[in-house]
């Protein structure tokens, strides 16, 4: 069966269109999203202004609109922090549906985390055994850890790439005060969730990294994918920690010509990096073995689950 999913972020609203059955790997038909940026259209209350909706609108339009184009047999759309942390999100909610009739399904911290860890656990498999996960968002930061397909353990942080870079690095580039304040304001975050939520878990066996923001530092630090394989390269926390102060002195327009930088991320690139160098600090990782699949895949492998 051909399957839609609609994912509303803080960065993009993206769609994807898969082809899947039970038993199977889900198989890529289409992809196409729109760079929106959310986080720069919260004002002072919090709220999501009305240039920002019309955005919403106007690119949820666009992927209903190639939806039924292409014609699915189900659709999924779905919205994560940006839109559930809004203090108007009950009314752009409704304004979506209203003029595209798409209802968006606002997940927690706590879904995204669970449908995250499925997919990374469905892409390395059971071998992987007990799996730390770090997942950046434009909005959050979510930390999972368990060693089946849903996590024991999981948090999400207001801790995304592009929320970050809104309220420490607004300057581009940033002063080296901002970028240091930012570092304090995630270490102090990531310690408390290491000695609460995670203090008494088991030792991890692999840590994995996902988000788009991760596969492009994967692709700027590590290097290009596995020729044969396809199996993205390890992000090392001394490559990391190498690239910060590069990219620290570019203004985002020039960051975008590193490898594996888009011009979407280049802008919250450098404040992505700065959080999970500080999350593999704070939890003594050295090694992260990015995967490809994240929530997207998550949502889909769930629904073929019911199915079968």
Not at 1 to 21: C, E, K, P, Q, Y
Not at 105 to 133: C, H, K, N, P, Y
Not at 160 to 181: H, K, M, Y
Not at 276 to 305: C, H, N, Q
Request: glycine residues 10%; aromatic residues 6%.
């Amino acid at each position: 069966m051909r399957l839609g999913v609609i994912d509303v972020g803080s960065n993009t609203v993206h769609l994807l269109i898969v082809d899947a059955h039970p038993g199977a790997s889900p198989v890529p038909y289409h992809s196409e999203r729109s760079v929106l940026r959310l986080m720069r259209f919260i004002d002072d209350d919090g709220a999501i202004t009305d240039e920002g909706q019309r955005m919403l609108v106007d690119a949820i339009g666009k992927a209903a609109a190639t939806v039924a184009e292409i014609g699915v047999d189900d659709v999924m759309a779905t919205a994560t922090s940006a839109i559930r942390e809004a203090a108007n999100g009950e009314e752009v909610l409704a304004r979506i549906t209203r003029e595209t009739g798409v209802e968006l399904q606002v997940l927690t911290g706590d879904d995204e985390a669970r449908l995250t860890m499925l997919a990374v656990r469905r892409w390395f498999g059971w071998s992987a055994g007990e799996i730390l996960l770090f997942d950046i968002g434009g909005g959050s930061f979510e930390i999972a850890q368990g060693a089946d397909e849903y996590p024991d353990a999981q948090v999400s942080l207001p801790l995304g790439a592009g929320r970050a870079t809104i309220n420490f690095l607004r300057d581009d580039p940033p002063a080296r005060e901002a970028v240091s304040q930012l570092r304090a304001h995630a270490r102090a975050a990531f310690t408390e969730a290491r000695d609460t939520i995670f203090a008494d878990r088991p030792a991890r066996t692999r840590v994995v990294g996902t988000s788009k923001t991760i596969r492009s530092l994967g692709r700027l630090v590590g290097g290009p994918a596995d020729p044969v394989t396809g199996a993205p390269a390890p992000i090392h926390y001394s490559g990391l920690k190498e690239w910060e102060p590069t990219m620290r002195e570019m203004p985002s327009d020039v960051r975008q010509y590193l490898p594996g930088i888009t011009p979407e991320r280049s802008y919250q690139i450098l404040a992505g990096a700065i959080l999970l160098r500080t999350a593999m600090k704070v939890f003594g990782v050295s090694t992260l073995t990015v995967s490809p699949w994240a929530l997207r895949e998550g949502l889909v492998l769930r629904y073929i689950d019911g199915l079968d």
